[in-house]
């Protein structure tokens, strides 16, 4: 099963989620498009899934749950030296690399509710700017001053139902 495709910058790339049954988990790889020859960049008994490039295209951040929970992890395009920055509690997913470098937006989950959220590329600085019974997949403006999620709200007590809208806001 392959899931979770994003362009790199230049545009001749895709980065995405392979799961290969001959392995039994997911790996993140690269797929250049002019070739259509597939690069394994991830290589660890763990879930690593949702990859997206950086600026530059030279690095990727991902989530993996190779610490036993979701985390956020950056690496260079050869996998080696995968680095967690995420701190906090709670399993993150959907990270994606602003425009600029200098921010990662991501999804996470606590307490059972879902969060927007954004960090600097290092880890620090993690804030929520978004909170509800299911908010997820952030994306950037191409410029990076906004960011926009899709935002789900309960309609019922026992949860059923749920009026869906897309919200933004101004980073800066």
Do not use: C
């Not at 099963?1 to 980065?15: H, L, V």
């Not at 250049?32 to 990859?51: F, Y």
């Not at 927007?116 to 410029?143: L, Q, Y």
């Amino acid at each position: 099963m392959t899931f979770a495709p994003r362009f790199a910058p230049d545009g001749k790339k895709i980065i995405m989620s392979y799961s290969d049954p001959n392995v039994g988990n997911s790996e993140i790889y690269v797929l250049d498009l002019a070739t259509r020859i597939s690069k394994r960049i991830t290589n660890n008994i763990a879930i690593d899934v949702s990859g997206s490039f950086a600026p530059d295209g030279k690095k990727i951040v991902f989530n993996s749950d190779r610490s036993g929970r979701r985390h956020l992890y950056i690496t260079d395009l050869n996998g080696k030296d995968a680095k967690r920055i995420s701190r906090e509690a709670g399993s993150y997913y959907t990270p994606v690399w602003s425009p600029r470098g200098d921010m990662i937006a991501f999804t996470k989950q606590q307490g059972g509710q879902f969060y927007i959220g954004v960090m600097e590329i290092d880890g620090s600085n993690e804030r929520m700017i978004a909170k509800s019974f299911h908010v997820e997949g952030p994306t950037w403006s191409p410029n990076g001053r906004y960011l926009m999620y899709f935002k789900e709200e309960r309609t019922a007590e026992d949860g059923s139902g749920g009026q869906s809208s897309l919200y933004s806001i101004d980073l800066t």
